[in-house]
C-alpha cells in the first residue's frame, strides 16, 4: 500500500529500512524511526478506536504520551498481548501486529455508535452509576457489557514469554527529560564529575528539538544534541536511558523508571535479552525537565478524526515526514500554534485558514504567515466541525474579545484537518508524586510545581519556560545548583546560541462558544479517552459538585489511562466558568503514578513463578516428596499435610495415619517450629515476665509449656521452652509466629528492660526436629540410642542431651498427641540420616509418617490449642479454659497480667472454648459455623460463638470439634445448633475439649 | 520508599529493611497493678495521630535487629531525626501543630 500521506523528504525516519505492520489484519508500511501512530498517519488511516462511552470514530491527536485516542492492543501471538500501548510512544519493527481495542462489529462500522449518536440527553454525566444500580446482583453482568463495548484492551489468556528487570541504582542527579533544559542539565553535571542518569520517554535525546525545525548556533539543532549525547556517552559517570520514562516520584527522592530495552525491536525479546527493565533509583537530587503537552481548545465536534493538537502536527512533518492530511484550518490563541500552520505550508500542503481567537495578533510568527500570504482570520474562532469519520470542513465564526460569545455570521470552510493550540500545560506530574500541590500562574496560564520537601529542581517548560534559549539557561543552572548540592564544583558550560522567537501576548482561552448554549450545541468534548464534555461538566457543577476533585469523580474527567493529561486544565476551566470561580478556587488537581502504564511484568521482574516468595524445607524434605506428601504453606514452610499411599482419599489417609499412632507409632517432621535460644544471667526472669506462668523454678533437664500474651492479655503464641542450663533455655514457638515472637522478645529488653542481661538468637534452622509418638515410640527409640528411657529415668516433660542414631540429639520428652512421644533434636544436617535410620529400625512397629492435618486432628482429640486457630487475638488463657497455666503469685506485673484483669476480661458470660460433640456423630461441623442457642429465633440470631476446630476423629470413630460459646464453660451438657449456609442446622452438645484420655495417662507411661 | 538512616549500623539502608512499631515513647507503666483499667486502656490504645510532627519506633527487623526512634513529618514524609532508645527527640512540634 501507499503511504499517501508521507512526504517526499525530511524527517528522521530511515526511508532505505522499510518495515511492514498489521493494524486490524491489514498491511501496511511504514521506515525505521516511524512510531505506529507516525506510520498510520502515513498510511492515511483516520480511525484508531470508538469512544469509550458514545463509541464515536477516533482518531490520532497528539504525538507523544499525552495520546488519549490511538491506545491501541499490540501482540502476535496469544502469549505477547500487550494492551494499554500508545501508537504515538510505540516504535515501529518489522512485523509488528496491532488492533483497536473497541468497536463492534469493527472500528469503522460500530453498532454502539449508532446508540452514542443519539447519546446526549440518554447518556448524562453519572449515567452508568444511575442505570445499573439496581438489581445490585446483575451488576457484575452489567459491568462485563460495560467493559466489552467500551474497550479497555485485554490481558493474555497465556503466559508472557518474555523476562523483566529490576535494578536498584544510586545517583547523584537524576535527569528526567531529555530536550534542551534535560541536555544542558545533564551535560553540567556530567561534567563536574557527578553520578548521572539521564533518562528520556524517547527512543533518542532532543525532546522538542527533534520536532522542529530551528538552529542552535545557526546550525539544525540536531547537531548540538548528537554532539552533547556522544560526549555524555564518553563519561563513565553517566548513565544514559534512552526509551525509559521515568514514572514514579516517590518519598525521599526514590524514583522508578521504566525502560523498554526489546519493545522496538520485535514482538517477543531476542533470547538472553530482558524486554523491560524496572530501575529503581535512590537520587541524591533530581532535575525535572519533562516540558510540557499543548492543550487541545473545546470546540463542537472537536473529536473527529482529523482533529489535532496543532504541535502534534508539527511534530509528524518535520520528525516523521508525514502530513496528517491535505487541507488544514489552525485555530490558536497563541503565537506558538502558528507553527504548525508554518510547517504544514511548507511541506506543501494547504493551509485553508488560520483562526486567531485575539483580535490583534503580533509575533514573529503570525508576520511569517502573512509573509507567506496565509489566510488569517482574526478575532474568531473554529466553533463546530462538520464531518463524521474525517473532518470535512469547520464552521468559523467570530467571537467576543473575551471569548464568551459568537458575535458574527458562521462562514463554512471545507478542510480535513483542524489543528488547535490553546496554550501549553507544563508536565508537572512527577512533582505532584509526592504531595506536592501544584500552583497555578496566571502569565503561564497554568499549573506549576508548587512548593516540595523533595531534593527536586526544576527546568524549562516544567516552569513555564518555552522558549528553547530560557530552557537551556535553565537547565544549566539546575545543573550547576544539584553539582553544588552533593559537594562537587562546576565545571564550564557554553550554551549554544538559539534563535530568539518575539511572541505576542497570548489569549486564555480553553472553552469556545457556540451559537448554541453548551448543553443544546454539539458535543464539546474534554476527555476523549473517558468521553467527557463540557455540556457534561456544568451538568455536574449545576448537580452541586462544586470541588475539581468531585467533578473529576463524578463524570470521570481524567480517570483514563492517559489521566487527562490533554483534558484536565480545559476541564477545570468549564467547571470554573460553570461555577464562576477561578480555576485554582476549584481546587487543583494532582497526579499519581505512574506517569504512562507500566506493565505487570516490568513491576513484578524476575519476582514471579519460583521465585516470587522464597520456600523453606526442612532437610527431610525430599524424603517427603518421595513418598507422596501432600504439601501445606504455613509461612514459608513447606510442610506435609498428609502422606497418601496410592488410590488413598484424603480421609482415607487421615484415619490411617491417627490410628497408626495412637495403636503403635508416628513420626512428624516438627523442625518448622520456631526455635530461640535465650542466654544470660537475667534469662529466666526474662521468660517469667513474657510467659504467663512461673519459671522461677525449673530446673536445668526439664520442659515447660508457657502461654505468651499481649499487653492486653489476649493470647498471641505459645510453645514448649526448656531449661538447658541455669542460664541458657531453649523456647519454642508456633511455625508462623517465631519472627514475630523473637521481635517481642527483642522489643521488650530493648525498650522496657535493658538493664537485663539476657540474648536472643533465632536457631530455627539449625536443628532438625523428629517426633515419635506413640505406645510404640520408646521401644524405637530404644534401639537408636543408649540412653536410659525408663520413666524414672526419662519422665515426661524432661530432656536430656544423647546420642541417636549415632549423632548427638537433645530428646524432648513432649507431647502434642497426648502419647508417649519423643522430640529428638538433631543438628540439621543429620536429620535426614536419622529420619532414615528410625524407618530402618521403625518397620516393624509400622512407623507412620504423618503431616499437620493428622497432628491437628490428634492434638484436637486431647483439647490442645492451636494458637492463631483456636486463638484471633481476642481471647484470653482463661477464655481458653487454661487458667492453670496462669501465675497468681509471681512478683512482677508480667505482660498480659494487667490486662487480663481488665472488667471486661473478667465477665462471665465472655466466648469460651469448648468441646461440642454432633448429636449425630458422622456430621462434622464446618470451621467457622456461628452458633444459636435457639435455631427458631427470628433473623437476625443471636450468635454466641463459633467452631474453631472440627474434625472427624478415626480413633473415637465420631466427629469432634471445639469452638467458642458464651459462658460455654459453665454450660457443660447444653445444646448450641449451628444453622449452617444450605439451611440445614446441626445440634451438638457442650463438652469438654478433652475427647480422649482425661486424665493423661497415656503421655506418662 | 523511605531511606532510614540505622543509628546502630550508621547508615542509610532501604525501608525493607525495617518495620514500624507504632508510636515512641510509651513507657510500660511500672506498675501495672496500680492503673485503673481507663489509665491500662490510655496505655494500651490511645495512640497520637498528628498531622506534623511524630515521634515513631522503628526497629532494623531484616539488619541489626535493634530498635530505635524516629521523628517524622507525617505530612511530608520527612524524617527529622533518628535517635537511639532513651534518648529525647530534638526536633518537636510546635504547640498547636499537634493534635
Request: glycine fraction near 10%; hydrophobic fraction near 35%.
Amino acid at each position: 500500500m501507499t503511504q499517501k500521506n508521507r512526504l517526499q523528504s525530511g524527517g528522521r525516519i530511515d526511508r532505505s529500512k522499510p518495515l511492514t505492520f498489521t493494524y486490524n489484519g491489514k498491511k501496511f508500511n511504514g521506515f525505521l524511526g516511524d512510531t505506529l501512530a507516525s506510520a498510520m498517519l502515513a498510511n492515511g488511516i483516520d480511525i484508531v478506536g470508538r469512544s469509550f462511552k458514545y463509541s464515536r470514530p477516533r482518531g490520532i491527536v497528539a504525538a507523544g504520551a499525552e495520546e488519549p485516542n490511538a491506545v491501541l492492543q499490540l501482540g502476535a501471538t496469544e502469549a505477547t498481548q500487550v494492551p494499554n500501548v500508545r501508537a504515538t510512544q510505540q516504535e515501529l519493527f518489522n512485523g509488528l501486529v496491532s488492533s483497536s481495542t473497541n468497536g463492534w462489529p469493527s472500528v469503522e462500522t460500530d453498532l454502539m455508535g449508532t446508540i452514542g449518536k443519539m447519546g446526549g440527553s440518554m447518556m448524562p454525566p453519572g449515567f452508568y452509576y444511575k442505570t445499573f444500580m439496581y438489581p445490585k446482583s446483575l451488576w457484575d453482568t452489567y459491568e462485563s457489557m460495560i467493559r466489552k463495548a467500551a474497550g479497555l484492551g485485554r490481558s493474555p489468556l497465556e503466559s508472557d514469554p518474555d523476562t523483566y528487570d529490576k535494578i536498584n541504582q544510586h545517583c547523584d542527579v537524576l535527569v528526567v527529560g531529555g530536550g534542551p533544559a534535560g541536555l544542558s542539565a545533564a551535560l553540567t553535571a556530567a561534567r563536574s564529575g557527578a553520578r548521572v542518569i539521564f533518562a528520556d520517554e524517547q527512543n533518542e535525546f532532543g525532546g522538542s528539538l527533534l520536532s522542529s525545525k530551528e538552529t542552535l548556533n545557526g546550525a539544525p539543532a540536531s547537531e548540538w544534541v548528537n554532539a552533547v549525547v556522544e560526549e555524555l556517552r564518553g563519561y563513565d559517570n553517566v548513565m544514559l536511558l534512552p526509551r525509559s520514562t521515568v514514572n514514579g516520584y516517590h518519598d525521599h527522592n526514590f524514583l522508578t523508571i521504566h525502560e523498554r530495552c526489546t519493545d522496538h525491536i520485535a514482538d517477543i525479546a531476542p533470547a538472553g535479552q530482558a524486554r523491560q527493565r524496572l530501575h529503581r533509583v535512590r537520587a541524591k537530587w533530581v532535575v525535572l525537565a519533562t516540558g510540557a503537552h499543548e492543550r487541545p481548545l473545546v470546540f463542537a465536534n472537536n473529536d473527529v478524526p482529523g482533529c489535532m493538537v496543532a504541535n502534534a502536527v508539527s511534530t509528524y512533518i518535520n520528525r516523521y515526514g508525514v502530513a496528517p492530511g491535505n487541507e488544514l484550518v489552525l485555530m490558536t490563541t497563541n503565537d506558538s500554534g502558528y507553527q504548525a500552520a508554518l510547517d504544514w505550508h511548507d511541506a506543501g500542503r494547504k493551509v485553508v485558514a488560520i483562526v486567531d481567537t485575539r483580535q490583534n495578533p503580533k509575533g514573529d510568527r503570525v508576520e511569517a504567515s502573512r509573509q507567506r500570504g496565509l489566510n488569517l482570520i482574526t478575532g474568531s474562532a473554529v466553533i463546530e466541525v462538520q464531518g463524521s469519520k474525517r473532518v470535512s470542513g469547520v464552521s468559523v465564526a467570530p467571537i467576543s474579545a473575551d471569548g464568551n460569545k459568537v458575535t458574527g455570521s458562521v462562514s463554512k470552510l471545507s478542510a480535513d484537518t483542524v489543528a488547535s493550540s490553546g496554550g501549553w500545560s507544563p508536565v508537572i506530574h512527577l512533582s505532584c508524586h509526592t504531595g506536592s500541590r501544584p500552583v497555578w500562574n496566571d502569565d503561564v496560564v497554568g499549573f506549576l510545581p508548587g512548593p516540595t520537601v523533595q531534593k527536586q529542581l526544576t527546568a524549562g517548560a516544567i516552569n513555564g519556560s518555552y522558549s528553547t534559549s530560557t530552557a537551556l539557561f535553565e537547565g544549566l543552572n539546575a545543573g550547576l545548583k544539584a553539582v553544588a548540592e552533593v559537594g562537587l564544583s562546576a565545571s564550564e558550560v557554553m550554551l549554544p546560541k538559539a534563535e530568539e522567537v518575539n511572541e505576542g501576548a497570548p489569549m486564555t482561552l480553553f472553552h469556545i462558544p457556540h451559537l448554541k448554549p453548551t448543553s443544546q450545541a454539539p458535543k464539546q468534548f474534554v476527555d476523549y479517552q473517558t468521553d467527557v464534555t463540557a455540556a457534561g461538566i456544568e451538568v455536574a457543577c449545576r448537580e452541586g459538585y462544586e470541588s475539581i476533585e468531585h467533578v473529576k469523580r463524578y463524570t470521570a474527567m481524567g480517570f483514563g489511562t492517559d489521566q487527562g493529561k490533554l483534558g484536565n486544565i480545559n476541564g477545570m476551566a468549564v467547571a470554573a466558568k460553570a461555577l464562576n470561580k477561578t480555576i485554582p478556587e476549584t481546587g487543583t488537581t494532582i497526579f499519581r503514578p505512574n506517569y504512562t502504564p507500566v506493565s505487570f511484568g516490568a513491576i513484578a521482574g524476575r519476582d514471579c513463578g519460583a521465585l516470587f516468595d522464597p520456600e523453606r524445607y526442612s532437610a527431610m524434605h525430599k524424603w517427603h516428596v518421595a513418598r507422596g506428601a501432600k504439601f501445606e504453606d504455613v509461612g514459608q514452610w513447606k510442610r506435609p499435610w498428609y502422606f497418601p499411599k496410592p488410590g488413598e482419599s484424603m480421609k482415607e489417609a487421615l484415619n490411617r495415619e491417627c490410628l497408626a499412632t495412637r495403636e503403635s507409632v508416628g513420626i512428624l517432621d516438627a523442625s518448622t517450629l520456631g526455635k530461640i535460644d535465650i542466654q544470660g544471667k537475667d534469662a529466666r526472669e526474662f521468660l517469667g515476665r513474657v510467659y504467663t506462668n512461673a519459671w522461677a523454678k525449673l530446673a536445668v533437664g526439664k520442659c515447660r509449656y508457657g502461654l505468651m500474651c499481649g499487653e492486653d492479655g489476649m493470647v498471641f503464641d505459645d510453645g514448649v521452652t526448656s531449661c538447658l542450663g541455669e542460664n541458657h533455655f531453649l523456647m519454642t514457638t508456633t511455625t508462623g509466629g517465631a519472627a514475630r515472637v523473637l521481635e517481642w522478645l527483642e522489643l521488650y529488653h530493648q525498650t522496657e528492660w535493658p538493664e537485663m542481661e539476657v540474648y536472643f538468637n533465632t536457631v530455627t534452622d539449625h536443628w532438625s526436629t523428629l517426633t515419635i509418638s506413640g505406645p510404640n515410640s520408646r521401644k524405637l527409640l530404644a534401639e537408636l540410642t543408649d540412653c536410659d528411657l525408663s520413666n524414672e529415668n526419662f519422665a515426661f516433660m524432661d530432656w536430656k542431651q544423647t546420642t541417636v542414631a549415632g549423632v548427638p540429639a537433645r530428646v524432648f520428652r513432649i507431647s502434642f498427641t497426648g502419647e508417649c512421644s519423643y522430640e529428638i533434636n538433631v543438628q540439621a544436617n543429620y536429620g535426614m540420616h536419622v529420619w532414615e535410620k528410625l524407618f530402618e529400625h521403625g518397620e516393624k512397629f509400622n512407623l507412620t509418617p504423618y503431616g499437620t492435618e493428622t497432628m491437628h486432628i490428634l492434638r484436637a482429640e486431647k483439647g490442645f490449642i492451636i494458637a492463631g486457630q483456636d486463638t484471633d487475638g481476642s481471647v484470653h488463657p482463661f477464655d481458653l479454659g487454661m487458667g492453670w497455666c496462669v501465675a497468681q503469685k509471681k512478683p512482677f506485673s508480667y505482660i498480659g497480667k494487667r490486662g487480663m484483669a481488665r472488667e471486661d476480661c473478667v465477665r462471665e458470660d465472655r466466648k469460651q472454648l469448648v468441646g461440642l460433640k454432633t448429636t449425630d456423630p458422622k456430621v462434622v461441623l464446618p470451621e467457622g459455623a456461628q452458633g444459636v442457642l435457639d435455631p427458631k429465633a427470628p433473623i437476625p440470631m443471636p450468635m454466641v460463638g463459633h467452631i474453631t476446630s472440627s474434625y472427624w476423629s478415626a480413633n473415637l470413630d465420631r466427629s469432634i470439634a471445639m469452638g467458642f460459646v458464651k459462658g460455654g464453660l459453665n454450660k457443660m451438657g447444653e445444646k448450641v445448633f449451628y444453622p449452617l449456609a444450605d439451611g440445614t442446622v446441626v445440634e451438638a452438645e457442650i463438652c469438654s475439649p478433652i475427647f480422649l484420655d482425661p486424665k493423661g495417662e497415656r503421655q506418662n507411661v | 520508599m523511605f531511606h532510614i538512616y540505622c543509628p546502630h549500623c550508621a547508615e542509610y539502608r532501604e525501608e525493607e529493611e525495617f518495620h514500624a512499631s507504632g508510636q515512641a515513647h510509651i513507657a510500660r507503666p511500672l506498675d501495672p497493678e496500680a492503673c485503673s483499667d481507663k489509665e491500662w486502656g490510655e496505655y494500651l490504645y490511645f495512640r497520637k495521630n498528628p498531622r506534623g510532627i511524630h515521634h515513631e519506633l522503628w526497629v532494623h527487623a531484616a539488619g541489626c535487629r535493634k530498635f530505635f526512634n524516629i521523628t517524622r513529618d507525617t505530612q511530608t514524609y520527612e524524617i527529622k531525626e533518628v535517635y537511639k532508645i532513651g534518648e529525647q527527640p530534638s526536633v518537636v512540634a510546635q504547640s498547636g501543630n499537634s493534635k
